[in-house]
Each structure stands twice: as structure tokens, then as C-alpha cells.
């Protein structure tokens, strides 16, 4: 099950007629594969939702049937693009693709093939887990996860098909698809954000494990798309794309109405629940474009490394802190705008008033210079990971 990949030429090196044939007729499939991915987070986002507000009630919800629609569309053209180009595509459009069993295609699409197919076996999975099980109690199930590992592979691939689509393009087509791989970029940081729900409530934003979390994985997202988008403020705009995405989704999905249908129900609903204001990632991706930036290749992954990570923590930080601040105390910030009581139907009201303080550091908690110095090796680490795959992303062409 090896996969060949032919030697790729440098990132810098001028584009051969023969790659601008294969772009120009792979160039639908990366489009649909952003589209494809689009369908499936904005489905994750409606699903989340829908369990909040209504509860699980069946496979067949809006929600669930566009996530997998996703999964198939991206699934469906990848296995498309590599059935043609194997047997009726032209020499340079077989040169373009990676050998897999003897088909060819790109590496995208390889990758969203796995994913449709992990996604599509997480359905009757999911189905016997929950007559096994009940309700999930948890976002991160068993079931979940293979579902969470093939919606990031569609992800990854269209993230994947966009950016060799992007290395390839030179001019004013080269500044369009890097547009679309930041678009594509706020829908990888938006997986990371919608996994990570249990984990950055409200509640929790005055916490080094709140911090640790989010240093674990935004490093990684913000760094990688810094180096792999060819624009004047790369992580800028994939973190923009993200904050765009998650507050139309949550100022939209609470404008239906909803009624829960599964018991107990403690609260009052009358529309759906969104999910909470997103996290103020725009920051720490601004600092983190002047860093790269002003570095250039002066520096290596081991000094730049913990230069990152210290610029992101102390960013967004600076901002996150008091802004959670404001959701959790300011009548402000109840209502549709910054969405700070949307409670779940089930919340007991004696948890309820829990939601309105931050949660208290645990008195067997280590001291707090210990906890900092974990957060900001997570961060460095995140880091470390995010600069060598951007850089290798730099390269992907086929």
C-alpha cells in the first residue's frame, strides 16, 4: 500500500507547460473539494446545535445528511479524478498525480477518499453506539472520533488540492486560489475549534488547561497556514475566515425556532442554541504574521519555535482574558450578539449558576510557574509542527 510520490522541483521553480495542463483541468476538483469541506463543517456546526437545542432523535437530520453529503462529494470526485486521470487522462495530467495501487491522482484526493470512506463507516457505528450506549454524554465518542478523523482528512484534502493548485498558478490565478486556500485554512482551524467544545467553555477561559488546550492545536493551524498561503497576511486571513464563519453560523442557526424532544429538559427553548462567540484567534495571527515576516530564513525551527509560541500565548491571552471576562459577568454580552446564555435544554438549573463564575483552580493544582511552563512547551511544540508542515507545504504541487 505504498504511495509514490516522483520528485517534486523546488517551490520557487518556473511553472512547465505541463503543469499548467494539469491545473487547468484539475482545477474544478479543488473547488469542489472547498465546497465539499464547507458542507461538512457547517454541517458539524448545524449537528452540535441540533443536539443542544432538540437532541438526538435520528440518523436522518438535516444536520447529519449534509455532513455526509460532504463526505460524498468530496469522496465521490477524488475517486472520479483518479479513474480518469489513470486510464483517460493525458501524460500530464498522470505526471501531476500520486501512484496509489497503480491509479494516479493527487494527493488531495487520495486523502479525501480515505476520509469519505472513514465518515461513511462512523454512521452505523455511531447508530449501534448510541442503541448500545444511549446518548452520548460527550462530544469526543468512540464513534465520534472516526467521524472527527475523516472530516479532517476532507479537510486536509481540499486544504491539499487548493494549495498545489495554488504553488502551480502564477499572477492574478495564483492570488484567487491562495484567496480559497484561506478560506479553506479558516475551515481547518474551525475543525480544530469545533472538537475542542467541551473543552473552551466560558467558564474555563480563566484556566492554564484552557490555555494548554488551545496552545496544543492553534499554534500548529495559525503557523502552518502563515507559511503555506501565498498572501501579504496569511494566518491573518485564515483566522478570519474562521471568526467570519463561526459567527454568521452562530448569528443563523439561532435565528430558527426549536423544541427539544428528549428528556429531562431543565431549560426553556424556544430556537436553536448556537455555539459560543468564537475565540479571538485574529490577535495571536496578526502577531504571528510580523514575526514570520520579519524573520524571513534568518532563523531556524528551533529558535523560531518558542519565539512563536511566546507571541501567541501573550496575544491572545491579552485579548481572550478579559473578553471572557466580559461574556461570563456583562449583561452585555446576553443576547444574539455575543450569544453568553446559551444554555443547553438540559442544564440543570443548579449547574446553571455555575456557568456565570469561572471555575475555581483545584487546590491539588501544581504551582502556577509549573502549569505556565507546560503551556508554553505545548505552545513551542504546536509551533515546531506547524513550521515544518507549512514549509513542506510549500512544495506540494501534485
Given amino acids: 500500500m505504498a504511495i509514490a510520490i516522483e520528485p517534486r522541483r523546488?517551490?520557487?521553480s518556473a511553472t512547465t507547460s505541463d503543469e499548467t495542463v494539469a491545473s487547468q483541468s484539475s482545477l474544478w476538483h479543488a473547488y469542489?473539494?472547498?465546497l465539499a469541506a464547507a458542507c461538512v463543517m457547517v454541517g458539524v456546526y448545524w449537528d452540535i446545535s441540533w443536539h443542544?437545542?432538540?437532541g438526538r432523535d435520528t440518523f436522518w437530520t438535516p444536520a447529519h445528511l449534509l455532513i455526509q453529503a460532504g463526505g460524498l462529494i468530496a469522496g465521490l470526485s477524488s475517486g472520479y479524478v483518479a479513474l480518469k486521470t489513470t486510464f483517460g487522462g493525458s501524460e500530464a495530467e498522470r505526471n501531476s498525480g500520486v501512484s496509489f495501487w497503480g491509479f494516479r491522482a493527487p494527493?488531495?484526493?487520495?486523502?479525501?477518499?480515505?476520509g469519505c470512506g472513514a465518515m461513511l463507516a462512523s454512521a452505523p457505528f455511531d447508530n449501534w453506539w448510541h442503541n448500545a450506549y444511549g446518548l452520548d454524554v460527550k462530544i469526543v465518542s468512540p464513534p465520534h472520533v472516526i467521524l472527527a478523523l475523516g472530516i479532517y482528512a476532507i479537510v486536509v484534502g481540499a486544504l491539499l488540492l487548493t494549495l498545489a493548485e495554488q504553488n502551480r498558478a502564477v499572477g492574478d490565478a495564483r492570488r484567487r486560489l491562495a484567496l480559497a486556500l484561506a478560506a479553506t485554512g479558516g475551515l481547518f482551524i474551525m475543525?480544530?475549534?469545533?472538537?475542542l467544545t467541551e473543552f473552551s467553555e466560558r467558564r474555563f477561559m480563566h484556566s492554564t488547561l484552557f490555555y494548554g488546550v488551545i496552545a496544543a492545536t492553534f499554534p500548529f493551524g495559525l503557523t502552518s497556514m502563515a507559511r503555506a498561503i501565498k498572501l501579504r497576511w496569511p494566518a491573518t486571513a485564515a483566522a478570519t475566515a474562521y471568526t467570519l464563519a463561526m459567527i454568521l453560523l452562530m448569528w443563523i442557526v439561532e435565528a430558527f425556532p426549536a423544541t427539544p424532544k428528549l428528556g429531562?429538559?431543565?431549560q426553556h427553548i424556544?430556537?436553536?442554541v448556537a455555539l459560543s462567540f468564537p475565540l479571538l484567534i485574529i490577535a495571536p495571527a496578526i502577531a504571528i504574521d510580523v514575526v514570520l515576516r520579519r524573520a524571513g530564513d534568518r532563523f531556524g525551527v528551533a529558535v523560531l519555535a518558542?519565539?512563536?509560541a511566546v507571541v501567541f500565548l501573550v496575544a491572545f491571552v491579552a485579548v481572550q482574558w478579559p473578553f471572557a471576562t466580559f461574556l461570563v459577568y456583562s449583561p452585555l454580552a446576553q443576547g444574539p450578539i455575543f450569544n453568553a446564555d446559551n444554555f443547553v435544554y438540559w442544564m440543570h438549573p443548579a449547574y446553571e449558576a455555575l456557568t456565570k463564575r469561572f471555575d475555581p483552580t483545584p487546590a491539588n493544582a501544581s504551582p502556577l510557574v509549573m502549569r505556565l511552563a507546560v503551556v508554553f512547551g505545548v505552545a513551542t511544540l504546536s509551533s515546531v509542527l506547524g513550521l515544518r508542515w507549512g514549509r513542506w507545504m510549500t512544495k506540494v504541487r501534485r
Wanted: proline share 6%.
Fill in 10 to 12: 523546488a517551490f520557487g
Fill in 32 to 34: 469542489i473539494a472547498v
Fill in 52 to 54: 443542544m437545542s432538540i
Fill in 107 to 114: 494527493l488531495g484526493a487520495w486523502i479525501c477518499v480515505w
Fill in 191 to 195: 475543525n480544530f475549534a469545533l472538537f
Fill in 264 to 266: 429531562p429538559i431543565y
Fill in 270 to 272: 424556544t430556537h436553536m
Fill in 306 to 308: 518558542p519565539i512563536v
